[in-house]
């Protein structure tokens, strides 16, 4: 029988996954995007696609994990709440955030938005 200790250790790295998928998916949707509609809108070359990524500045965001503050479990379903540090083209911010995540066949899975209710700018985090 596995311990709360060991379900809230999955959770947390369910939650580091859900970020790690997040800024993988976000950059690949970009060059996936600019590459297709690029080719089929103008009508150019695999070089000038290549020519325009390299020129085209990355406007997206990268998510860090700050901490983990609190993970509840109850039955099949975790609360997470912690900090994340949001970094884009217009700086970086500190944000606190609440996701809940459901246990399927034993696995951890994401189950909403992330839902930022504090910012701060420049990384200071809230007292």
């Known amino acids: 029988m596995l311990t709360q200790g060991s379900e809230k250790d999955k959770v947390e790295e369910a939650v580091k996954l859900n970020i790690e998928y997040y800024n993988t998916r976000n950059i690949d949707a970009y060059y996936d995007l600019v590459s297709q509609n690029s080719?089929?809108?103008y009508n150019i070359t695999l070089d000038d696609i290549a020519n325009?990524?390299?020129k085209v500045s990355y406007e997206g965001?990268?998510?860090t994990l700050v901490n983990i503050s609190?993970?509840?479990i109850q039955g099949d379903t975790a609360q997470v709440t912690g900090v994340v540090s949001i970094k884009d083209n217009q700086g970086t911010q500190t944000s606190q955030f609440t996701q809940t995540y459901r246990k399927e066949n034993g696995v951890w899975k994401y189950e909403q938005k992330m839902t930022e209710s504090t910012q701060t700018p420049g990384g200071v985090t809230p007292q």
């Open 52 to 54: 325009l990524l390299n």
């Open 61 to 63: 965001r990268t998510i």
């Open 70 to 72: 609190q993970v509840t």
């Open 39 to 41: 080719k089929t809108q």
